[in-house]
């Protein structure tokens, strides 16, 4: 089943600084680290402690508000040390890993197709790699008793300097639909697959012949990438009703643990920004750390590192290790520096998306930003810039100022749980009020939480 989607409210970011199509592997680190804050409201009760032996695989610590959740070591190695943040909030495991990655905990290798759903559950719990089934509402992990309305795989990213899911994944197909086979079975068969429209390939390729999908064709500027968008224009959200999500990096993820019988936590992040020298394509594994991902490629006392894109990103340095989550490293220069005369300049090389500069004139040039916000936060005003570039069918401003308000009611009915942050960066980014729209989601979707 296939269909068509067009998405015409939105705006392409263009950066210097995309990643070139070569893979190379990044260097060993001394030291790999596990951050219990990489999970939405998870809190960690500790199943090792310094000293220890571990597997890969094998648990590390499990939720204590929901203990079938269980994370685990993406390395065999060490346990040496427990890094403790404010109030003794766990902040890092971190491990010694071997220098032979070859002792990892057993699982069942087989086909998905061939275990009930219970089982396939339970391998997915014990490996850890429930963790990727993520939901919507609330962005957080999963609850493995509930019945999902769909499951949505979005097999492109349209964020600025993105990586090429289409290529990444066929790096690992076999892989990967394997992985689709088990969240096709999780689905019930209600499974869709979100493709760019137009690219190289047929997008029934991806999919097993066993495996039933929705394949819906997007085109359209960002925010189409994004799995929340594809939600909304194929199988909206109501109230009481919970759609799982999947990238397609933890579909393979998912797929190893199937067809190789064990949790291989490494991916292929982009390593993008006109800071870095040599963008490209890393393969890495999840928790190590940041200064042996992008080496000697760029000046760290001048450049913002980012985990993830500049829209939604979060704010890392050299010393960070990468986050769980995390497919996109990107580096712009800081923007310190006072503007002399600002927007009074013909502005040829700045980005705009209305014709206050002139830069409007080449629509395909790539441009060179740093972090400068360029103003201080003022009046929120009603301006109409945010339902130019987000394509939803409900009103964002009021529905920022429902939250702002704590008026539940209102929230529902605008629209609350159809939304993410991502949803709202490219509102944050044109805002000329300078609010921090991601902000205000975030706190509308914990009071939802909070209340329900």
Avoid at 140 to 160: G, N, R
Avoid at 324 to 344: K, S
Avoid at 365 to 374: G, V, W
Avoid at 424 to 429: G, Q, R
Wanted: with cysteine; proline share 6%.
């Amino acid at each position: 089943m296939s269909g068509t989607i067009t998405i015409r409210r939105g705006y392409d970011i263009k950066l210097k600084g995309a990643a070139e199509k070569n893979i190379r592997s990044s260097d060993a680190s001394s030291v790999i680290a596990v951050k219990p804050t990489d999970f939405r409201l998870v809190k960690p009760r500790l199943n090792v402690k310094p000293g220890e032996s571990i597997r890969a695989g094998e648990c590390l610590f499990h939720d204590k508000n929901r203990p079938e959740l269980r994370f685990t070591s993406p390395v065999s190695g060490e346990i040496a040390e427990i890094i403790l943040g404010p109030k003794r909030r766990i902040d890092q495991i971190r491990i010694l890993p071997d220098k032979s990655q070859t002792n990892y905990l057993s699982f069942s290798q087989t086909d998905p197709a061939s275990l009930s759903h219970e089982a396939l559950i339970n391998q997915l719990i014990d490996s850890g790699c429930w963790n990727y089934i993520r939901q919507r509402p609330h962005n957080l992990i999963a609850q493995p008793d509930d019945t999902p309305k769909a499951i949505y795989v979005s097999c492109f990213d349209s964020s600025p300097l993105a990586p090429d899911l289409a290529y990444i994944i066929s790096q690992e197909k076999e892989n990967f639909q394997t992985g689709l086979k088990a969240l096709s079975i999780l689905s019930d068969g209600k499974l869709h697959l979100g493709i760019r429209a137009g690219a190289n390939g047929s997008a029934a390729s991806l999919i097993p012949e066993s495996v039933h999908a929705h394949i819906h064709q997007v085109k359209g500027p960002h925010p189409a990438g994004n799995v929340g968008i594809q939600i909304h224009h194929t199988n909206p959200i109501q109230k009481g009703e919970v759609v799982w999500y999947v990238h397609p990096q933890d579909v393979i993820i998912i797929g190893r643990l199937f067809t190789e019988g064990r949790y291989r936590a490494d991916r292929i992040i982009a390593l993008t920004g006109e800071d870095i020298s040599n963008p490209g394509y890393v393969r890495v594994m999840t928790g190590q750390l940041l200064s042996d991902i992008t080496g000697q490629q760029m000046d760290v006392q001048k450049t913002r590192l980012i985990q993830g894109n500049v829209l939604y990103g979060e704010t890392s340095s050299s010393e960070d290790f990468l986050s769980f989550y995390t497919n996109q490293l990107t580096a712009i220069p800081e923007g310190h520096e006072p503007e002399f005369l600002g927007w009074l300049l013909p502005g040829f090389n700045k980005l705009s998306l209305s014709r206050t500069f002139f830069s409007w004139l080449s629509p395909n040039r790539s441009y060179s930003l740093n972090t400068n916000r360029h103003g201080e936060e003022r009046a929120f005003v009603m301006s109409g810039q945010y339902d130019k570039v987000l394509p939803m069918d409900i009103l964002p401003v009021v529905l920022l100022k429902a939250i702002m308000a704590k008026d539940i009611e209102k929230m529902e009915a605008l629209g609350i749980y159809e939304v993410s942050e991502e949803d709202f960066a490219l509102c944050e980014f044109v805002c000329t009020s300078k609010i921090d729209v991601q902000q205000i989601i975030t706190e509308g979707l914990d009071l939802m939480r909070e209340e329900a």
